[in-house]
């Protein structure tokens, strides 16, 4: 299968070129530079020449809190350039494979979210990305919406990447504990996209690795799998002042550090971290996240895909990959057997 990636420089679409090369397919992964999706003429001429089979749908504005402010710029990503894709693709009888979100829900439902329930998104982003959907299946013949959600790989910001940051400078480590959803790494989620796009079970799937936590849990997961030694501060007060540090335009990121360090390099005498839980009113963002926003992964289950691993076997598997591709070797912290 030939297949055409948009977004191939972000975090999914690296994977995707990982697991389309290691599955054997033709890869044309396509990053920002090559491919710019608000354009239209450019879009048509890139598949018009490459002609795959089909395309997944990676590339999109996914700075959730910026989005409040860029909305225009949000649309012209998520929604004119999903269209410029998709028509481009239906042209050439490519199938289209959309990434979509579970920022599509506003997470009021305390039971996880099927592919049939009715999206209701709290902010641009999600709003961007729900037209979007809508985009696909109203140009597209031959489509796949594929919802996903706390995505996190060895490569770009991510959660993940910012904890182990945050570990490494020490302190006081604030991290939500009220968003509830199901951390997915991106390898995982490639592999079933591609294993999706070969076939013709066309439709709206929810895709995650399973299992349900909060930011803090995986928080929690992330330190004890990099061999931190880990301290609950339940009822202490912050100290300092709560920051969201460099990492606030990354999309997901729900944690922040009371007491930002000198920056200095890890040593073991900082493997001892605090954490605490907290709140998100405690922690303020441009952007509202859906408070519970776990997929149930029903239709991948009917469909006869098997559901993606746990999480922690997933979170394991990153992690060591991160120890490997670092400058800094974290595979002295990973817990052995
Ligand atoms: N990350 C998550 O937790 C999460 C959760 C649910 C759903 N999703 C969805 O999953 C998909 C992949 O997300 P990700 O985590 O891989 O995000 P990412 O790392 O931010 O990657 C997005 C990619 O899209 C590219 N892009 C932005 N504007 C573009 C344009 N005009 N033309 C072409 N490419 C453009 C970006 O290029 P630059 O690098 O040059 O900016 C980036 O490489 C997205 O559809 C996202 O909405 C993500």
Same mark, same amino acid.
């Given at each position: 299968m030939k297949v055409l990636v948009t977004g191939g420089g972000g975090q999914l679409g690296q994977s995707l070129a990982k697991v389309l090369v290691d599955m054997g397919h033709q890869a044309v992964v396509c990053l920002r530079g090559d491919l710019d999706i608000t354009d239209g003429v450019a879009v048509q001429r890139m598949l018009a020449a490459e002609r795959p089979d089909g395309v997944i749908h990676a590339g999109a504005y996914t700075a959730v809190d910026q989005a409040e402010e860029q909305p225009e710029l949000a649309y012209q990503v998520n929604v004119a350039g999903t269209r410029n894709v998709v028509l481009a693709a239906e042209a050439m009888g490519a199938k289209v494979c959309y990434v979509s979100t579970d920022y599509v829900f506003d997470g009021k439902s305390r039971h996880p979210y099927t592919e049939s329930a009715v999206p209701h998104p709290l902010g641009v982003y999600g709003g961007t990305k729900l037209a979007g959907e809508q985009v696909v299946q109203s140009f597209g013949s031959r489509w796949f919406v594929v919802r996903t959600a706390w995505v996190y790989s060895s490569v770009g910001k991510n959660f993940v990447k910012t904890m182990l940051r945050l570990g490494r400078q020490g302190g006081m480590i604030r991290v939500v504990q009220d968003q509830w959803g199901s951390p997915t790494y991106a390898l995982d989620l490639a592999e079933f996209l591609v294993q999706l796009l070969a076939t013709e079970r066309?439709?709206?799937?929810?895709?995650?690795?399973?299992?349900?936590?909060?930011?803090?849990?995986?928080?929690?997961?992330?330190?004890?799998?990099?061999?931190?030694?880990?301290?609950?501060?339940?009822?202490?007060?912050?100290?300092?002042?709560?920051?969201?540090?460099?990492?606030?335009l990354a999309p997901y990121p729900s944690a922040?550090?009371?007491?930002?360090?000198?920056?200095?390099?890890?040593? *073991?005498? @900082?493997? %001892?971290?605090k954490i605490q839980p907290c709140t998100t009113a405690d922690f303020p963002r441009f952007a509202a996240r859906p408070a519970y926003s776990v997929l149930d992964n029903l239709a991948l289950r009917a469909e006869g895909f098997s559901p993606l691993?746990?999480?922690?076997?997933?979170?394991?598997?990153?992690? *060591?990959? @991160?120890? %490997?591709?670092?400058?800094?070797?974290w595979l002295r912290f990973i817990r052995k057997g």
């Open positions: 066309y439709g709206i799937y929810h895709a995650t690795n399973t299992g349900v936590c909060t930011w803090y849990d995986f928080a929690r997961e992330i330190y004890s799998l990099a061999g931190f030694v880990v301290t609950e501060d339940i009822d202490a007060e912050s100290q300092g002042e709560v920051r969201a540090g460099d990492d606030a922040s550090q009371g007491q930002p360090s000198s920056g200095r390099l890890f040593s *073991e005498s @900082l493997s %001892q971290i691993r746990p999480w922690q076997e997933a979170l394991q598997q990153c992690m *060591e990959e @991160l120890a %490997q591709t670092t400058e800094f070797n």
